[in-house]
């Protein structure tokens, strides 16, 4: 077992050799030799089941390794009861989608506690709340894919390294998507070394289990923050950070098997290649 990279999206490339459809991604990332794509719902689920079935089959035909990521309108922390059942919606149709797909995996962002909110408050009505997802998920047959709340990148909002880990607890069916990214805009510039990226797998090792952080999900890019948090993801050719070298080395030396999505802008595919060849070639080094 090896880690997989692969992009979020569909990068420029994909579009500029002549490609429209998503379901052409998985042969065109197979002719790259990437292993990963995460299929993006985050403006709202659009896509019908014949095209997610496609999707999938193409992916499984070309061992590419599928997750989506569900749209960034839910909203576990809403003190709002509209807002609150159309997160459970949201929720539904993401997973529904993940079905035809065949994915694996459901990335999520927990939300906000609001201009003025309480953090802990919201950290309670986020839980409240994803129990009923997961309640739903169960009756109505769901239950394939891992729910992954995602760590974030802004001050205002929730996703702490601690608050995503407080979520998991509540299932077997959750497990972090850590990324590190984020955590760099977030933390004003921290994760830039190997023993920053290898504290954030100890943690959750000691949390969860060996086995999640062994496969854990993970987000990369290059991105500019500001006091508040995350501004703009850029690429690797842009001079901002995280580096992606350091972890590298901590999940090569430590023979970990997590999924990497690269997040750059336009060159995800191009950019996680970079991150493939680099983890390649430390494999061949003897620690």
């Known amino acids: 077992m090896f880690a997989q990279f692969?992009?979020?999206?569909?990068?420029?490339?994909?579009y500029e050799a002549g490609h429209k459809a998503s379901a052409d991604m998985p042969e065109w990332l197979g002719g790259l030799s990437l292993k990963a794509y995460e299929y993006q719902c985050s403006r709202g689920v659009h896509v019908g089941?014949?095209?997610?079935?496609?999707?999938?089959?193409?992916?499984?035909?070309?061992?590419?390794?599928?997750?989506?990521?569900?749209?960034?309108?839910?909203?576990?922390?809403?003190?709002?009861?509209?807002?609150?059942?159309?997160?459970?919606?949201?929720?539904?149709?993401?997973?529904?989608?993940?079905?035809?797909?065949?994915?694996?995996?459901?990335?999520?962002?927990i939300g906000g506690p609001g201009k003025g909110g309480d953090r802990r408050q919201a950290m309670e009505r986020s839980k409240r709340l994803f129990a009923q997802v997961l309640e739903q998920a169960e009756c109505l047959g769901l239950t394939g894919p891992l729910l992954l709340p995602e760590t974030m990148?802004?001050?205002?909002?929730?996703?702490s390294v601690d608050e995503v880990l407080e979520l998991c607890k509540l299932s077997d069916r959750v497990r972090p998507a850590v990324d590190f990214g984020h955590l760099h805009a977030v933390t004003g510039?921290?994760?830039?070394?190997?023993?920053?990226?290898?504290?954030?797998?100890?943690?959750?090792a000691e949390t969860l289990g060996a086995g999640a952080a062994q496969n854990l999900h993970i987000h990369f890019s290059r991105i500019e923050f500001t006091k508040a948090g995350e501004r703009r993801h850029w690429t690797f050719a842009d001079p901002y950070g995280p580096p992606h070298e350091p972890l590298l080395a901590v999940i090569a030396e430590r023979g970990y098997t997590p999924r990497i999505i690269c997040e750059s802008a336009g060159t995800q595919a191009q950019d996680a290649i970079t991150m493939q060849d680099f983890y390649k070639g430390l494999l061949k080094k003897d620690f």
């Open 6 to 14: 692969g992009p979020a999206g569909n990068p420029d490339a994909f």
């Open 49 to 109: 089941q014949a095209t997610a079935e496609r999707v999938g089959e193409q992916a499984a035909c070309y061992d590419v390794k599928i997750s989506i990521h569900a749209p960034y309108f839910i909203s576990l922390a809403t003190e709002d009861e509209t807002i609150a059942a159309n997160t459970l919606k949201h929720f539904q149709r993401s997973l529904e989608v993940a079905k035809w797909m065949g994915a694996d995996r459901l990335v999520f962002h």
């Open 153 to 159: 990148g802004k001050q205002n909002q929730l996703g």
């Open 189 to 204: 510039g921290q994760y830039t070394t190997s023993q920053e990226f290898a504290a954030v797998f100890d943690k959750i």
